[in-house]
């Protein structure tokens, strides 16, 4: 059985060889984490320490609204199953992460991703965590939310069931690619100054 997680067919796609590096031979990053990526998840565990610890009132006022008394999930762990392409080798494969918050209120599915920046979300990665809760708990309409927390406003966006059928077959094509792939050839890209891998990648044996 694969076990990947978003993230990491999200860096498959954008460069395969910085895939091959982190999630295959296992590299230690040359750089340090980016001081943005350090505070966003600083801001995240913090979120789900003040929800766990019962301190609603010192919460972002957009992290607040969200909030209910029962049926919620803070930083849920995702293990979603994914029938591959018939293989020789595997049939299935386990999408693992962290879902932000989630929430079944009545019989709608409201689940969000808080961002510490100005970036635009990216809807797969909901849509994800849509598809694993709507097969747990059966909503009968799924919202998807974008929390920025320094802007102090969510921004929504309606997941429907033609969506949900559409990422799993995405997500079987994507892992297909990643499993046929024997060269993981670099995409060398103006990103490649900021990669936490770049010296690992410049001295790697095959500079294709």
Same mark, same amino acid.
Request: aromatic share 12%.
């Given at each position: 059985?694969?076990? &990947?997680?978003?993230? +990491?067919?999200?860096?498959?796609? $954008? ?6 590096? *982190? ?12 001081? $943005? #990526?350090?505070?966003?998840? $600083? ?58 918050? +989630? ?5 709608? #599915? ?9 970036? $635009?979300?990216? *809807? ?11 097969? &747990? /708990? ?23 069931? &033609?969506? /949900? /059928?559409?990422? *799993? ?5 994507? &892992? ?9 050839? *670099? ?22």
């Amino acid at each position: 059985m694969v076990r &990947l997680s978003y993230t +990491a067919i999200e860096t498959y796609k $954008a460069c395969p060889r910085l895939y091959k590096l *982190r999630y295959i031979e296992g590299k230690t990053p040359d750089k340090e984490t980016p001081y $943005a #990526l350090q505070r966003g998840s $600083a801001m995240h565990q913090d979120i789900a320490d003040k929800i766990n610890q019962g301190q609603i009132s010192l919460l972002p006022e957009i992290v607040q609204r969200f909030i209910t008394p029962s049926n919620q999930w803070i930083e849920q762990k995702i293990m979603l199953n994914v029938d591959l392409l018939p293989t020789e080798d595997e049939t299935e494969c386990v999408i693992l992460g962290y879902c932000d918050f +989630a929430r079944k209120l009545n019989e709608s #599915l409201d689940v969000v991703d808080w961002k510490s920046g100005k970036t $635009a979300g990216n *809807r797969k990665q909901i849509k994800i965590y849509a598809l694993y809760f709507s097969e &747990l /708990l059966k909503p009968k309409s799924i919202l998807g939310h974008f929390g920025y927390l320094d802007l102090n406003v969510v921004k929504t966006f309606k997941i429907s069931t &033609l969506d /949900l /059928l559409d990422i *799993r077959d995405v997500l079987i094509e994507d &892992l297909d690619r990643i499993g046929s792939d024997s060269y993981f050839v *670099r995409n060398q890209s103006y990103r490649c100054k900021s990669c936490p891998f770049s010296f690992s990648c410049f001295f790697d044996g095959d500079k294709t």
